[in-house]
Every structure is written in structure tokens, then in C-alpha cells.
């Protein structure tokens, strides 16, 4: 059970970051806002935003539709900890691509693949994050390539594997960036162990795999 305490820390912090235009907190704030969702990053920084919006963005992001909502479900649920979790739940990963052009990586990502900008990050942008459903890939600017290309390709050094539920989502998802003229490594195919994968290169040579069900 989340302890109030702290929560009211995190509030605290949320509205410093956006009081020092901490670029990442505005994506979070039009996540949890409604009144900011169709507002750029940039205007969401330069919007007013007091304690009170910090902690209702607390609140939603626990479930709850208001900060005196989640006080009251806090004291009337039960705060009395048996004790400690006997098991850590990993609720996602998000894999890190290095790149050489964080603005080319997310018109690539945006306009071939689908996913969505969800930040960016410093003038000119060094890290950026994209997604698409429940994938998130944060982006990282490097000067030059991290991996030689030739050892990439001959070695097939996946950067990412993604995954979808069905067949026949593999065999749309290839035709959508078969479609919007994507590169790709190798086209859909069907492995011995039961899975269609194909495998498609960003700009940057990294090789970012999807797959799902061969039936």
C-alpha cells in the first residue's frame, strides 16, 4: 500500500521538475491530466501548475480520481502491512537504441513504424522515448555507431524484439511496413520453433525483431 508520506514527496518533486522545465514530466503530466492531453510539451511547461495539480496527477496515477479520494481510500484500506512482498513483479522493459539523430530515429519510428513520440528530451534532443500499445523504446544520441554495421549484419545482433498475439497480427503488421517502404534485414518467416519473425533496420543499422505465433 503506497505510503502517504511519500506520495506527497513525489507531488513535491513533480512540481519542481516542471517548475525547472524538466522536459520527461511534461509527457507524465498529459498523460494523467485530461486538461493538458492535447498540449505540447512545451506548453504544458509554460502552463500554470500548482501543488494541487502535482498531487492529482499523484492521485490518478494510483488509481484514484482526486488527491482527497486517494487520502480517504488510504486510511480506510488497509494500511496495516502484514508484512513484506515475498515476490518482485517486473512490470515492464524498456530496451535503449543508440542513435545518431535523435530527431531522424523518431520520424522514422513515428511515420514507418507507428509508435508515438512519448518525450523528448534537451535543446537540441540527446533522448527521446517512443511507443506503441504497451512497447516503449527510449532512444539514445551517440556521436558515432556503438556496434560496427558489418558486425551487426553478419552476427544479426538484434537491438529489440518486439511481440504480437496472433498470426495473422504478424502477417498484418509486416504488410503495414512492407507498405510504408521500411528496411528490412529479413521478411517474414517462419522459425522451427514455432514463430513468424521478421526483422526491420532503423537508420541507424539497429535491428529491432517482431514476431508472433506461426498459426
Known amino acids: 500500500m503506497p505510503n502517504l508520506e511519500n506520495l506527497k514527496k513525489q507531488a513535491k518533486l513533480i512540481l519542481r521538475w516542471h517548475r525547472e522545465r524538466h522536459y520527461p514530466v511534461a509527457a507524465q503530466i498529459r498523460e494523467h491530466l485530461p486538461r493538458f492531453l492535447n498540449m505540447p510539451d512545451s506548453e504544458i511547461l509554460a502552463a500554470s501548475f500548482k501543488l494541487s495539480d502535482a498531487q492529482e496527477m499523484i492521485a490518478r496515477q494510483q488509481g484514484f480520481d482526486s488527491w482527497q479520494a486517494l487520502k480517504t481510500g488510504l486510511s480506510t484500506t488497509s494500511l496495516k502491512?502484514?508484512?513484506?512482498p515475498s515476490k518482485v513483479?517486473?512490470?515492464?522493459a524498456e530496451p535503449q537504441l543508440f542513435v545518431t539523430d535523435i530527431k531522424r530515429s523518431c520520424e522514422f519510428f513515428r511515420?514507418?513504424?507507428?509508435?508515438?513520440l512519448v518525450f523528448s528530451y534537451g535543446k537540441p534532443p540527446y533522448y527521446a522515448q517512443?511507443?506503441?500499445?504497451?512497447?516503449?523504446l527510449n532512444l539514445r544520441c551517440v556521436e558515432r555507431p556503438v556496434i560496427e554495421s558489418t558486425v551487426r549484419a553478419r552476427e544479426e545482433l538484434l537491438s529489440v524484439s518486439m511481440t504480437v498475439a496472433t498470426a495473422d497480427e504478424i502477417k498484418l503488421l509486416f504488410l503495414e511496413f512492407q507498405s510504408a517502404g521500411v528496411a528490412l534485414h529479413q521478411t517474414l518467416k517462419k522459425q522451427p520453433w514455432g514463430?513468424?519473425?521478421?526483422?526491420?533496420?532503423?537508420?541507424?543499422?539497429?535491428?529491432?525483431?517482431?514476431a508472433g505465433p506461426a498459426n
Open 89 to 92: 513483479t517486473i512490470v515492464s
Open 111 to 116: 511515420e514507418k513504424l507507428g509508435f508515438s
Open 195 to 210: 514463430a513468424k519473425n521478421f526483422v526491420v533496420k532503423d537508420p541507424d543499422g539497429n535491428l529491432l525483431l517482431f
Open 81 to 84: 502491512v502484514k508484512s513484506s
Open 130 to 136: 517512443v511507443g506503441r500499445d504497451a512497447a516503449r
